[in-house]
C-alpha cells in the first residue's frame, strides 16, 4: 500500500448551479492538496438528480448537511496522522521515564504534546480557543 498524498490539505468552497431545467447542484466543499486538484469532494446536502429521468424530485437525499464539518475533518487528516505519530513517539517515552522512576520527566513528554495536539483537533473541527 502507498502513502497518502502529502499535506497540506486545503478546502475550497464550490457554490454550486442552477442549470436551465431548474434542477439544482447545491455545490459542497473540494479538498485540494499541493498539485492535485479535487483530492476528494464533499457534497452538500441536495435532493439526488436521477440519472436517467433527469428529475430532482427530492425523494432521494444526496450529501450531507454536515458537510462543512465532515470537508474540515478530510482535510486535516495528515495534521492528524502526524500529531498521532508524535504523539505515539511521546508516549513511549513518558512510559519508559516512568519505567525508570522518571516522573517529571515523564510529565514533560506529555505535556509536549499538548499544544500541537489541540491545534489539530481545531483544525478537524474548526474550533477556535
Known amino acids: 500500500m502507498s502513502?497518502?498524498?502529502?499535506?497540506?490539505?486545503?478546502i475550497r468552497f464550490d457554490k454550486g448551479h442552477t442549470f436551465?431545467?431548474?434542477t439544482v447542484d447545491h455545490g459542497g466543499y473540494r479538498i485540494d492538496a499541493d498539485g492535485v486538484e479535487q483530492l476528494a469532494y464533499v457534497w452538500n446536502f441536495s435532493d439526488r438528480i436521477d440519472p436517467v429521468s433527469g428529475s430532482q424530485d427530492g425523494t432521494r437525499p444526496f450529501g450531507a448537511h454536515e458537510a462543512e464539518a465532515n470537508?474540515?475533518?478530510?482535510?486535516?487528516?495528515?495534521?492528524?496522522?502526524e500529531e498521532l505519530r508524535n504523539a505515539t513517539v511521546q508516549m513511549d517515552m513518558a512510559a519508559e521515564c516512568i519505567e525508570a522512576g522518571r516522573y517529571d520527566e515523564a510529565l514533560l513528554h506529555v505535556r509536549s504534546m499538548?499544544?500541537?495536539?489541540?491545534?489539530?483537533?481545531?483544525?478537524?473541527?474548526?474550533?477556535t480557543k
Do not use: F
Not at 502513502?3 to 486545503?10: A, D, Q, S
Not at 499538548?114 to 474550533?127: D, F, H, L, P, V
Open 71 to 81: 470537508a474540515r475533518l478530510i482535510a486535516a487528516a495528515p495534521v492528524l496522522l
Open 3 to 10: 502513502g497518502h498524498t502529502p499535506g497540506k490539505w486545503l
Open 114 to 127: 499538548e499544544r500541537k495536539r489541540t491545534a489539530a483537533i481545531a483544525k478537524a473541527t474548526g474550533e
Open 20 to 22: 436551465s431545467d431548474g
